[in-house]
């Protein structure tokens, strides 16, 4: 079992830098695959970015990249969410997910694939 917690999420300006936090524990495996997701009222969860607990490049799709940036501490069990620049877009509830998922496009974008969520963190962009 892997336990997820997000936090961090808050109002903030259109703009601004915001980093959001997954305290992760339980058994979580090097090959297992870290990612953020985000769904905005009434739309559907998608992935804003994904990278292995053990290392390796991250994956970002094309609407973030450039302006987030996922990272994690492994001696402290923790996903973080460095986001910059942040539009009225960006509003949205923000989860953390872990799961044996393979590292391609399609399969990362798979919310389905991953086993563990968190309960998500609120991001709200203001014009």
């Known amino acids: 079992q892997v336990q997820l917690i997000e936090s961090g999420g808050r109002l903030v300006q259109a703009g601004d830098s915001l980093r959001v936090s997954c305290a992760a524990s339980?058994?979580?495996?090097?090959?297992?695959?870290m990612a953020w997701f985000r769904q905005a009222p009434e739309k559907g969860r998608t992935l804003v970015a994904a990278?292995?607990?053990?290392?390796?490049?991250?994956y970002y799709p094309d609407s973030v990249k450039g302006r987030f940036t996922i990272s994690r501490d492994n001696n402290n069990n923790t996903l973080y969410l460095q986001m910059n620049d942040l539009k009225p877009e960006d509003t949205a509830t923000y989860y953390c997910?872990?799961?044996?998922?393979?590292?391609?496009?399609?399969?990362?974008?798979?919310?389905?694939?991953?086993?563990?969520w968190g309960q998500g963190t609120q991001v709200t962009v203001s014009p």
């Open positions: 990278i292995r607990w053990g290392g390796g490049d991250p």
């Open positions: 997910a872990a799961g044996a998922v393979g590292f391609t496009r399609v399969a990362l974008g798979n919310s389905r694939a991953y086993g563990f």
């Open positions: 339980g058994r979580i495996l090097s090959p297992y695959t």
